[in-house]
């Protein structure tokens, strides 16, 4: 064959490719495409670390209940799952469940009471080291945080069982409720290699949707269970995950209908998703916040104050210099709050909506700054007080784009009242590893909030309880209050404190609060019934019909 | 001559298994000067007590810094680079699943890259039009320039997007599994179309502008003159004289590009969700799956000294002269 042939033969080969292929839309009319970023690496609700993974397991497993947010009042409300009804001992140490008796797993068994004792017992069990390891401390456990089953847990009959705790406990039905997987399926796989069992990529579950296909790093693919008791008729017949590791592809792919949903679209791309009439734009705000951190103590000595920012007025000063109304307009074009606090405006009923965020005012910060006894003494263009310049670097983790640019705006406004600082990106794993040690002075970071409310692990003054305090903040009013958001307490008690301790927190600004970030999610108008809450986009998602 | 052919063989392997010692020796330095507790890189808290315990004994990790090289090289060797976090795996068997689909995607990019180049060059030296010459060889130093994320985010827009001639990404429809036999094969190809040219189009451009310098120094010596002037058809002259002539510093350049293939298409990849080395590469060190991300680098170097280890052997094949050359 020569060469002229050879180049004929293949151009014809590509035509034909072509015109063979069928270029249009090849999502069936009843499927669903949600585009992730990455691959899951199992299907087992035991190891579903990534928010991928969490959130295709929790399909596959229910828990014991379904948890719905209450817009109005902004809490999670319980609801009949697996459980059809739960009733509280009078005196809240245990509970009875009883639990549907038409479950059945996709491969046919029933699910009873002994699933989820058992599923309680591989969560716990230390072998496993389960995403959930370790927040069992309002049952009754072992020394390495096993549950103690028998203690526990009476089987009253197969579809009814109890649940007792410990006097001293208190218990959160959000908090300890687990996701069940199949006793018939785990129990005779050694505990300690449940994570690399074969089993956990061919998922028998209980869920709306069963698993069908995983085409590693491409697809992943679930199918309507017509057996589920989540099942409803015009359920969305299949659920795909594809798997789109390059932004761009996924808006493209988004635009062109080969996707229907995404999450944590740019903000740069919402107005262009906004003109086109098959997509719905929305923002979620209220689950994450990004912030200035200040070292409260001296990261060399930390039984000393830090020489610049153990002062609440000098750490006051820093965020009225700070002008965080220009990065959201700037670069989050206005998507995002102001923060205040830690506590998301999404618990209404326990935001303080009198704790205001601090204004942009560089001219009160100077006389705060001022008072405080920093002064630019030797006009040099840099505060000091006594022989102490107010200098210092603040760090950041590389690839978050917002904070590069939230970066320079709080350099150059610092500088405008003579403070001098070095912004430095650091690695995620080292600037992680250097924030748990508390060896930096300033930062730039955020946190996500928890549903439920968890503040303890964040403020506490103790770093054995408070081990996300990075910034050494002590206060024992705050430690005060926190302490008593664990005892028993009404829901009204609880909601004052947590008012009370925004107050304290603002005043105190252990850190700067910079915003809450947006998450912005996109899907196709052909979804209907799709309801967006800060308790996720996908947790019922077999309510969903196509259009 | 034959023994001369098994020395020159020997003195390749072991100057490639000496680059390789280097390599990994350059790793576990890395590893060491790298940011956190060096124990972090090889466990984690997601494998469990006991998979950890063995790793670290595997690892030598409570034992002084010396005998944590001396296992580290001996474990690179006998193909262990410790369990994934992710993937609860051992590496290399992660990077196997991988490597099979770069493996053949490089393949064919390599062979068109080739393919299209030496066809590029002898067809510009059959014209013999100086405009078409520079045209081409400008042309070529164009594509060259542009970045793969350009092209391949450019092509999409254009063949994708616009023409809706392609898919945007991915290895098949989800439609697939529905298909016939020869549907199948067809809608593959149809989804590595735009993968192939982003990730062929540079390679191209780089062999042609290598190939016909070449050429055209074989062109002009005494031997294809008097080819020329005996009468030899010009057909003849250039695949039996001038393209064998002047393939030599191809292979050498080729050596490298295959061994860049091989060690994973990370761009191209990444933008078409191609499952490949490169992809893995990227997903492993965004999650911090430090074990991961020293298998890659490894297989990456890896593959590039065995490539180099062909090129030379193919050069061999080629000429006998060189057998010397790489003696000395």
């Known amino acids: 064959m020569n060469i002229k042939t050879l180049n004929l033969f293949l151009l014809s080969f590509l035509f034909l490719l072509i015109i063979s292929c069928d270029s249009k839309k090849s999502v069936s009319e009843n499927r669903i495409v949600i585009g992730i970023a990455a691959d899951v690496q199992s299907f087992n609700s035991l190891f579903a670390f990534s928010y991928e993974e969490s959130a295709i397991a929790e399909l596959l497993y229910p828990s014991l209940l379904d948890f719905r947010w209450n817009d109005k009042k902004g809490e999670l409300e319980p609801y009949p799952m697996i459980a059809k009804s739960w009733q509280w001992a009078e005196d809240s140490l245990s509970i009875r469940f009883l639990i549907r008796d038409d479950i059945l797993w996709s491969d046919g068994n029933k699910l009873t009471a002994s699933d989820v004792v058992f599923s309680y017992d591989v969560f716990s069990d230390p072998d496993v080291q389960s995403r959930l390891y370790g927040i069992f401390n309002q049952l009754f456990t072992e020394s390495d945080g096993h549950i103690d089953i028998e203690k526990t847990f009476n089987v009253i009959s197969p579809y009814e069982f109890e649940m007792h705790f410990p006097e ?26 449940l994570a690399n069992h074969e089993s956990n990529f061919n998922p028998v579950s209980s869920g709306a949707f069963k698993f069908k296909k995983w085409n590693k790093n491409q697809t992943i693919i679930l ?35 080969d996707i229907d949903l995404l999450e944590l679209v740019k903000v740069e791309d919402v107005e262009e998703l906004k003109a086109e009439k098959s997509l719905t734009v929305v923002s979620s705000i209220g689950r994450e916040y990004d912030y200035v951190g200040w070292n409260n103590v001296d990261p060399n000595e930390p039984s000393k104050p830090h020489k610049l920012f153990e002062n609440s007025n000098v750490r006051k000063a820093l965020s009225m210099v700070i ?3 220009e990065i959201l307009e700037e670069y989050l074009s206005g998507q995002g709050d102001l923060a205040a606090s830690p506590v998301s405006p999404i618990f209404k009923s326990a935001f303080n909506e009198k704790v205001l965020p601090y204004e942009f005012i560089p001219d009160e910060a100077r006389k705060l700054l001022f008072r405080e006894g920093w002064k630019d003494e030797d006009r040099n263009g840099i505060l000091e007080k006594g022989k102490t310049e107010f200098k210092f670097t603040m760090y950041y983790p590389v690839g978050n784009p917002l904070r590069e640019y939230a970066s320079v705006v709080i350099k150059n406004n610092l500088k405008s009242i003579g403070i001098e600082v070095t912004t430095e990106k650091m690695e995620l794993g080292a600037f992680i590893n250097n924030l748990y040690e508390r060896k930096l002075d300033s930062w730039m970071a955020g946190f996500g909030v928890v549903i439920p409310l968890d503040l303890k692990p964040y403020w506490y003054s103790d770093p054995n309880i408070g081990f996300l305090n990075f910034s050494g903040y002590i206060n024992p009013d705050i ?5 008593k958001l664990e005892s ?5 008690e609880k909601n004052k404190l947590i008012k009370e301790f925004q107050e304290i927190i603002h005043k ?40 | 001559m034959k023994s001369e052919i098994v020395k020159t063989l020997l003195t390749r392997i072991l100057s490639s298994l000496l680059t390789l010692f280097l390599l990994v020796s350059f790793l576990f330095i890395i590893i060491r000067l790298s940011p956190g507790d060096p124990t972090d890189k090889y466990i984690s808290a997601k494998l469990g007590s006991e998979l950890s315990e063995r790793i670290a004994e595997k690892f030598s990790l409570n034992q002084p810094v010396t005998d944590q090289y001396l296992s580290f090289v001996a474990n690179a060797f006998s193909g262990d680079m410790g369990v994934s976090y992710n993937y609860r795996l051992p590496v290399f068997e992660v990077i196997w699943e991988y490597f099979s689909f770069t493996l053949v995607f490089a393949s064919i990019s390599f062979i068109l890259q080739m393919y299209l180049s030496i066809w590029l060059a002898l067809w510009v030296i059959k014209k013999r039009k100086k405009w078409l010459d520079k045209f081409v060889t400008n042309s070529s130093l164009f594509i060259y ?3 793969a994320f350009v092209l391949g985010v450019a092509l999409i827009y254009i063949f994708s997007v616009n023409l809706n001639l392609f898919p945007i990404s991915g290895m098949k429809s989800l439609d697939y599994d529905d298909l016939s036999f020869f ?11 735009l993968p192939l040219i982003t990730l062929t189009a540079a390679g191209v451009a780089l062999f042609y502008k290598y190939i016909k310098e070449s050429m055209d120094d074989v062109l002009n010596q005494t031997f294809i003159i008097n080819l020329r002037s005996s009468g030899v058809n010009e057909n003849i002259i250039l695949r039996k004289h001038v393209i064998p002539n002047a393939l030599r510093p191809l292979i050498s350049v080729a050596g490298v590009e295959l061994g860049i293939l091989l060690g994973g298409a990370l761009i191209t990849e990444v933008i078409f969700s191609l499952p490949g080395m490169g992809r893995l590469t990227v997903d492993s060190i965004f999650s911090r799956d430090y074990p991961l991300v020293i298998g890659c680098v490894f297989t990456a170097g890896a593959v590039m000294i065995l490539a180099n280890f062909l090129a030379d052997i193919i050069k061999l094949k080629i000429d006998k002269r060189l057998v010397k050359g790489i003696l000395n």
């Open chain 1, 223 to 257: 199918e309507a269970d017509s057996n589920s008791f989540l099942f409803t008729y015009g359920q969305t017949a299949e659920l795909v995950f594809k798997i789109v590791p390059d932004y761009t592809s996924r808006i493209l792919q988004l635009k062109k209908g």
């Open chain 1, 168 to 193: 001293s406990s208190v218990p959160d039905l959000v908090k300890i409720v687990v996701p069940v997987i199949p006793e018939h399926i785990f129990k005779d796989i050694s505990r300690d290699q």
């Open chain 2, 183 to 193: 549907s199948q094969v067809l809608n593959k190809i149809h989804h590595l179309v």
């Open chain 1, 508 to 547: 105190d600004e252990p850190v700067t609060f910079l915003y809450w970030t947006p998450n912005i999610i996109v899907y196709n108008t052909r979804i209907k019934n799709l309801k967006i809450t800060p308790h996720g986009v996908l947790v019922h998602c077999w309510e969903w019909t196509i259009n």
């Open chain 1, 323 to 325: 002008n965080r109304k």
């Open chain 2, 145 to 147: 320039s542009i970045p």
């Open chain 1, 479 to 483: 430690d005060n209050i926190l302490d």
């Open chain 1, 488 to 492: 028993r307490i009404s829901l009204e």
